[in-house]
């Protein structure tokens, strides 16, 4: 046991010696700062060059992992394996031993039956977020253009389609479809990451019993990320990658379905949410090198072929134009999103706002890729070789994901961006516990039937413990009741005051064939049901400095009689606790907004909001 502690403390004292010097080299890691476009954001107030956070956490969680890998190669040459049988797959023999499919099943009925109980959402309109889906969609229907009639801040889907999805699916334009059709897609994006969690615990060296209750486990968990919104319908994509990545490697099932949707997936991806899909495209790296050292050339053609013809059939559906504003849009958002949207990231270990939860995730990611060097190297493990295989490229994904984090570093995004690690540890961590209690203690072996009375207990506790209020008679009245949610008149989501704001609108634009916002009130012209007179209804993400001479050069062609300016969302997305600062829009682009000064003057004023017009 001695002999054994002094082994592991060889490896893990240097680690935590790493773990120590990185987080003295945190600020250190510092580059000058390079604005030439002049995004304006909280990096560029601070002079933060985004490398500098980017590389900070590369660094800090990169060197432990290397230094701890270091010294387990070294200290443990005779029991490792070599490069070519760790990535080599092997021929997975099926295992009887499955969860029962009624549980997944039960699982996807219980949450059709919460979501057509629950109370509809009546809450006012975020006229910033839904905003941006709003105006976007209504852009699309009235100028039926897409990358020509909107700059896309998030991805075609968000901003434009899933608005026009909705009212078609529903028959009616109103925020209240738009709201349901969401839920919907949050539902049906619930159900995919069931699924890649009932078959990653299906892999596990467990008896029937004992992965019933980890799946239960992390379904309930799965389900608490999805109702406090650290998962959304934006992550479909990225688990119906995951899913399918799964089958091919644990079970090397190459079946042509499969192969075409990944070819499909990159480019669907970016569609459905433009950083997903990039974080999609990043996790094939890994991938196709697994694919290609297990010499599966036939099916990487088939993959990059399928891709190909998917790019080539996109392009000539939307057309010339529209597919290079797609590309030139994409890149624009890609390129200046960090300086847009950047809040500089807590130093670990600090007394920094949001450190705690940062530090946490670091060492989390830290931990998880430790667990992860000992299943790879190690030639005793038990876990299936082609699971850790899979595992690996899954972790590698989610390290990537963390960028959410990295970049917009408040704790929701701290959170989310560090949720992927967090499934991973705790199904590690879940595991070799039980695996421990059931191999080494032989205690939970002799009980295990117990768990099966105990899985269908703690389910229908969880069931019975999460029904909504009134949960019968919804249901039972669910038809009617959703009739009348889509026919609520959109004014019902506006406070008194974005009322009156609005009515006063309609009675002056209406003779105007466009109206714009110089503001993050993005909804108002759907609410006055009509298209931004520029392409950018949705200005908070508005890219580099050449689209605010865009934006004036739109403006001067379209000759906007009326433009609104301020309101109450003027400071969202502002930074707390550095200094206060705020950022409205005539901050963030002082060249539209010098343009507006010696433009336009104020008409009126409303509340928080003014009214300008035309000199």
Same mark, same amino acid.
């Given at each position: 046991?001695?002999?054994?502690?002094?082994?592991?403390?060889?490896?893990?004292?240097?680690?935590?010696?790493?773990?120590?010097?990185?987080?003295?080299?945190?600020?250190?890691?510092?580059?000058?700062?390079?604005?030439?476009?002049?995004?304006?954001?909280?990096?560029?107030?601070?002079?933060?060059?985004?490398?500098?956070?980017?590389?900070?956490?590369?660094?800090?969680?990169?060197?432990?992992?290397?230094?701890?890998?270091?010294?387990?190669?070294?200290?443990?040459?005779?029991?490792?394996?070599?490069?070519?049988?760790?990535?080599?797959?092997?021929?997975?023999?099926?295992?009887?031993?499955?969860?029962?499919?009624?549980?997944?099943?039960?699982?996807?009925?219980?949450?059709?039956?919460?979501? @057509?109980?629950?109370?509809?959402?009546?809450?006012?309109?975020?006229?910033?977020?839904?905003?941006?889906?709003?105006?976007?969609?209504?852009?699309?229907?009235?100028?039926?253009?897409?990358?020509?009639?909107?700059?896309?801040?998030?991805?075609?889907?968000?901003?434009?389609?899933?608005?026009?999805?909705?009212?078609? @699916?529903?028959?009616?334009?109103?925020?209240?479809?738009?709201?349901?059709?969401?839920?919907?897609?949050?539902?049906?994006?619930?159900?995919?990451?069931?699924?890649?969690?009932?078959?990653?615990?299906?892999?596990?060296?467990?008896?029937?019993?004992?992965?019933?209750?980890?799946?239960?486990?992390?379904?309930?968990?799965?389900?608490?990320?999805?109702?406090?919104?650290?998962?959304?319908?934006?992550?479909?994509?990225?688990?119906?990658?995951?899913?399918?990545?799964?089958?091919?490697?644990?079970?090397?099932?190459?079946?042509?379905?499969?192969?075409?949707?990944?070819?499909?997936?990159?480019?669907?991806?970016?569609?459905?949410?433009?950083?997903?899909?990039?974080?999609?495209?990043?996790?094939?790296?890994?991938?196709?090198?697994?694919?290609?050292?297990?010499?599966?050339?036939?099916?990487?053609?088939?993959?990059?072929?399928?891709?190909?013809?998917?790019?080539?059939?996109?392009?000539?559906?939307?057309?010339?134009?529209?597919?290079?504003?797609?590309?030139?849009?994409?890149?624009?958002?890609?390129?200046?999103?960090?300086?847009?949207?950047?809040?500089?990231?807590?130093?670990?270990?600090?007394?920094?706002?949001?450190?705690?939860?940062?530090?946490?995730?670091?060492?989390?990611?830290?931990?998880?890729?430790?667990?992860?060097?000992?299943?790879?190297?190690?030639?005793?493990?038990?876990?299936?070789?082609? @699971?850790?295989?899979?595992?690996?490229?899954?972790?590698?994904?989610?390290?990537?994901?963390?960028?959410?984090?990295?970049?917009?570093?408040?704790?929701?995004?701290?959170?989310?961006?560090?949720?992927?690690?967090?499934?991973?540890?705790?199904?590690?961590?879940?595991?070799?516990?039980?695996?421990?209690?059931?191999?080494?203690?032989?205690?939970?072996?002799?009980?295990?039937?117990?768990?099966?009375?105990?899985?269908?207990?703690?389910?229908?506790?969880?069931?019975?413990?999460?029904?909504?209020?009134?949960?019968?008679?919804?249901?039972?009245?669910?038809?009617?009741?959703?009739?009348?949610?889509?026919?609520?008149?959109?004014?019902?989501?506006?406070?008194?005051?974005?009322?009156?704001?609005?009515?006063?609108?309609?009675?002056?634009?209406?003779?105007?064939?466009?109206?714009?916002?110089?503001?993050?009130?993005?909804?108002?012209?759907?609410?006055?049901?009509?298209?931004?007179?520029?392409?950018?209804?949705?200005?908070?993400?508005?890219?580099?400095?050449?689209?605010?001479?865009?934006?004036?050069?739109?403006?001067?062609?379209?000759?906007?009689?009326?433009?609104?300016?301020?309101?109450?969302?003027?400071?969202?997305?502002?930074?707390?606790?550095?200094?206060?600062?705020?950022?409205?829009?005539?901050?963030?682009?002082?060249?539209?907004?010098?343009?507006?000064?010696?433009?336009?003057?104020?008409?009126?004023?409303?509340?928080?909001?003014?009214?300008?017009?035309?000199?």
């Amino acid at each position: 046991m001695k002999k054994i502690f002094i082994h592991n403390l060889k490896i893990i004292l240097p680690t935590i010696i790493a773990i120590i010097f990185a987080s003295f080299m945190w600020d250190k890691i510092s580059f000058e700062f390079h604005n030439p476009e002049e995004i304006i954001g909280y990096y560029s107030i601070f002079k933060h060059n985004p490398l500098n956070d980017n590389l900070r956490y590369i660094f800090f969680v990169g060197f432990p992992i290397l230094t701890y890998l270091s010294f387990f190669l070294f200290f443990n040459k005779k029991k490792i394996l070599n490069f070519k049988e760790i990535f080599l797959m092997h021929d997975e023999t099926r295992d009887s031993k499955k969860i029962s499919k009624y549980f997944l099943f039960s699982f996807f009925i219980i949450q059709i039956f919460f979501l @057509l109980s629950n109370e509809f959402n009546l809450n006012k309109i975020d006229i910033f977020h839904e905003g941006q889906a709003l105006s976007g969609g209504l852009n699309f229907k009235l100028k039926n253009q897409l990358w020509e009639g909107s700059f896309i801040t998030t991805s075609i889907f968000v901003d434009v389609l899933s608005a026009n999805i909705s009212w078609k @699916l529903f028959g009616i334009q109103s925020i209240s479809s738009y709201r349901y059709f969401i839920e919907i897609l949050n539902l049906i994006t619930a159900f995919s990451i069931i699924i890649f969690i009932f078959k990653l615990t299906n892999g596990l060296n467990l008896n029937r019993n004992l992965k019933t209750f980890i799946f239960i486990f992390f379904s309930f968990f799965i389900i608490s990320l999805l109702n406090n919104n650290t998962f959304s319908y934006r992550e479909l994509p990225l688990f119906i990658f995951l899913i399918i990545v799964y089958e091919i490697i644990k079970f090397k099932k190459f079946s042509l379905i499969n192969l075409f949707f990944l070819g499909c997936i990159p480019l669907l991806g970016i569609i459905w949410s433009l950083d997903r899909g990039i974080f999609i495209i990043a996790g094939y790296i890994p991938f196709i090198s697994i694919l290609l050292i297990n010499k599966k050339f036939t099916e990487t053609f088939i993959i990059f072929l399928i891709a190909i013809l998917s790019i080539i059939i996109f392009f000539i559906i939307i057309g010339n134009n529209e597919f290079f504003l797609f590309i030139s849009n994409s890149i624009d958002i890609l390129k200046s999103a960090d300086l847009h949207n950047g809040i500089i990231h807590p130093s670990p270990f600090s007394n920094e706002a949001g450190s705690t939860r940062a530090t946490k995730n670091f060492l989390f990611m830290i931990m998880t890729g430790i667990i992860l060097i000992n299943y790879i190297f190690s030639k005793k493990k038990n876990l299936d070789k082609n @699971l850790i295989i899979f595992l690996s490229i899954f972790y590698f994904i989610s390290l990537i994901f963390y960028k959410i984090g990295v970049t917009r570093s408040d704790g929701g995004h701290l959170k989310q961006g560090a949720s992927l690690c967090s499934i991973i540890f705790i199904y590690f961590l879940f595991y070799n516990l039980i695996y421990f209690l059931t191999k080494k203690l032989n205690f939970i072996e002799k009980k295990s039937n117990l768990f099966r009375s105990f899985n269908i207990i703690i389910f229908l506790v969880f069931v019975l413990s999460n029904l909504p209020e009134n949960f019968f008679k919804n249901i039972s009245t669910y038809k009617q009741r959703l009739i009348e949610y889509n026919l609520i008149e959109d004014d019902f989501y506006l406070t008194d005051k974005e009322r009156f704001l609005i009515n006063q609108l309609i009675e002056l634009t209406n003779n105007e064939k466009c109206f714009q916002v110089f503001s993050y009130e993005t909804a108002i012209t759907y609410y006055l049901n009509k298209p931004s007179c520029t392409k950018f209804h949705h200005i908070f993400n508005l890219g580099p400095k050449k689209n605010q001479f865009l934006f004036i050069e739109q403006l001067k062609k379209t000759k906007p009689k009326f433009i609104l300016i301020g309101g109450n969302y003027e400071k969202i997305g502002n930074m707390k606790g550095r200094n206060n600062i705020e950022l409205s829009a005539k901050d963030r682009f002082p060249y539209i907004n010098q343009f507006i000064i010696e433009n336009y003057k104020i008409f009126k004023e409303v509340d928080k909001w003014k009214i300008l017009i035309k000199i």
